[in-house]
């Protein structure tokens, strides 16, 4: 049992908590150090003060409380000593373990999960991020809710109950059932919308990009730079949860829509991806996808695997995607070409400072061009229809050539392969 941060004068205007990690199995204690470092940053984010970490080693996980009785009695001796009330653990707990654990406790408990959906309910500002997050939060607590009318007494404004959902939380089992299905239309209908802008844009032949990677890589920041917006950006985890779609215009002249996405996290809750589905199809849907990675710091590896498996989940393995390594401004000469040596074809930028972006920008333009095709194509321009075509043409492709023969128009242009895939089947531009 140790002090979160020792060196940090507490702060009593927030909730004053214990974490708690295991290190079981092929788990090592380092990499259970570092999830309960991010377990704090995630804590901060839900304006709770991390007092006391305690990190418990078995060679397997206790099935009715984790890390055991006897070390449960230990942690709470020492809430009690630091006048603590809340507890959170490292790791989703089962309905069996939560309730085993806070009779044990006699304090408020709550697991990873529950506290990133917490974070997320407080950063929910449009009515479809609200939407994600109560059925994520419903579908979560649902199970929790099993003959516990003494723990829906429990429920009330605190961390892991708080948001959209909290007066729901006080009906029974049947209500909420409704109330899931309810939010799963209404979520159906933000899907079935996205698919029609989706459509649109393809009609358009716009090419979609988005920026992917884990929380706080600094996506929102490079963003912002390579649209000229001035979205919020921040070093708190979860900032963006609604996504951001701006033009983005490429050396090439050509344009692209691109959009700012929520970060992701290590064990990502089930929940949430499944309510947020509405909103990655955007990423499964994209023409191109900028990983971003924070290379300032040391386990970034393990930020990269966690966004590549939640892009497994979403269906959006396999879409062209380009690494790229932000925050390269802190970094001296040495690591920088660690990381080129590691990864190779990555791209080494600093969204803050603008170093390598326009590399950056060059690159998306050459991956784009690559999704193309060289056609030639003739047009009447004595009709309106291919007068407009020809307008059209020359927004949406490259074209090469140009020749006029009275009303008779040949053109040869490098146009997207979708467009080739819609005149092959008849359609028009």
């Not at 979160?4 to 009593?12: C, M, Q, W």
């Not at 992701?264 to 971003?292: K, M, N, S």
């Amino acid at each position: 049992m140790q002090p979160s941060d020792p060196g940090h004068d507490t702060d009593h205007g927030r909730e004053r908590a214990a974490l708690v990690g295991l290190a079981s199995g092929p788990t090592r204690r380092a990499h259970v150090e570092d999830a309960l470092d991010e377990l704090a940053g995630l804590a901060d984010a839900a304006a709770i003060e991390p007092v006391l970490r305690l990190m418990q080693e078995r060679a397997r996980p206790d099935p009715a409380t984790l890390i055991g009785s006897g070390k449960l009695e230990t942690l709470k001796a020492a809430c009690a000593e630091a006048g603590l009330t809340l507890v959170i653990f490292d790791h989703e707990l089962s309905p069996a373990q939560l309730r085993n654990i806070e009779k044990i406790l006699e304090l408020r408990v709550i697991d990873r999960t529950q506290l990133i959906l917490d974070i997320f309910a407080r950063r929910a500002r449009t009515r479809e991020g609200k939407l994600q997050v109560e059925l994520a939060q419903l579908r979560y607590l649902l199970p929790r809710l099993v003959g516990a009318s003494s723990a829906l007494s429990r429920l009330g404004g605190g961390i892991g109950t708080r948001g959209p959902g909290e007066t729901k939380l006080e009906t029974d089992r049947r209500r909420i059932r409704l109330r899931i299905k309810a939010l799963g239309d209404d979520l159906d209908d933000v899907r079935r919308r996205r698919g029609q802008l989706r459509d649109r844009r393809r009609r358009s032949e716009t090419p979609a990009v988005a920026l992917v990677g884990y929380t706080n890589a600094g996506k929102t920041t490079l963003f912002n730079r390579l649209t000229h917006d001035s979205a919020v950006a921040s070093d708190a985890l979860f900032v963006t949860l609604d996504p951001l779609t701006r033009e983005l215009r490429l050396p090439n002249r050509q344009r692209a829509v691109l959009s700012d996405t929520v970060g992701f996290i290590d064990r990502l809750p089930h929940a949430l991806v499944a309510a947020f589905r509405a909103t990655l199809e955007e990423v499964a849907d994209a023409d191109l996808l900028l990983h971003v990675v924070d290379a300032s710091i040391d386990d970034y590896e393990r930020h990269l695997q966690a966004v590549r498996r939640v892009l497994g989940e979403v269906d959006a393995a396999e879409v062209p995607t380009q690494l790229v390594f932000n925050k390269i401004d802190r970094l001296d000469h040495g690591a920088r070409e660690h990381v080129r040596q590691a990864y190779p074809g990555c791209l080494l930028i600093s969204g803050a400072t603008g170093d390598g972006v326009d590399d950056l920008l060059l690159d998306v333009a050459r991956a784009l061009e690559l999704d193309t095709r060289r056609v030639t194509l003739s047009f009447d321009q004595s009709r309106v229809e291919d007068r407009e075509a020809i307008e059209r043409l020359y927004r949406v492709a490259r074209v090469l050539s140009h020749d006029a023969d009275g009303d008779r128009v040949s053109i040869e242009a490098e146009v997207s392969r979708r467009l080739v895939q819609r005149l092959q089947e008849g359609l028009s531009l």
